[in-house]
Nanobody
Framework: QEQLVESGGGLVQAGGSLRLSCAAS????????MGWFRQAPGKEREFVAA????????NYADAMKGRFTASRDNAKNTVYLQMNSLKPEDTAVYYC???????WGRGTQVTVSS
């Protein structure tokens, strides 16, 4: 059974950092580009970052460029999202997704206090 499990969320002060992880199982991880998305209360889910199958290519939403870094370790079937210089507007539930599939994780809450 395909599964994605996010971890690493929490409460952090503005300007701080967090590193999210997403562990995949039940499918051939290295065959898929992977993405991070987020959903803030009362808002639509939005794109954060995406990585190619081997992690050699990444792209980011404009609001995250220079602050967030997405990466993956195919040997560990895991993707990461390093988030620096966090802002209160980054508060959201963060999800990972195997792109071009319906595989979503359940999300991890990130709360940034001012």
């Amino acid at each position: 059974q395909e599964q994605l499990v996010e971890s690493g969320g929490g409460l952090v002060q503005a300007g701080g950092s967090l590193r999210l992880s997403c562990a995949a199982s039940g499918f051939i991880f290295g065959r898929y580009a992977m993405g991070w998305f987020r959903q803030a209360p009362g808002k639509e889910r939005e794109f954060v970052a995406a990585m190619s199958r081997n992690g050699g290519s990444t792209n980011y939403a404009d609001a995250m460029k220079g602050r967030f870094t997405a990466s993956r370790d195919n040997a560990k079937n895991t993707v990461y999202l390093q988030m620096n210089s966090l802002k209160p507007e980054d508060t959201a539930v963060y999800y990972c997704k195997a792109l071009d599939t319906g595989y979503w994780g359940r999300g991890t809450q990130v709360t940034v206090s001012s």
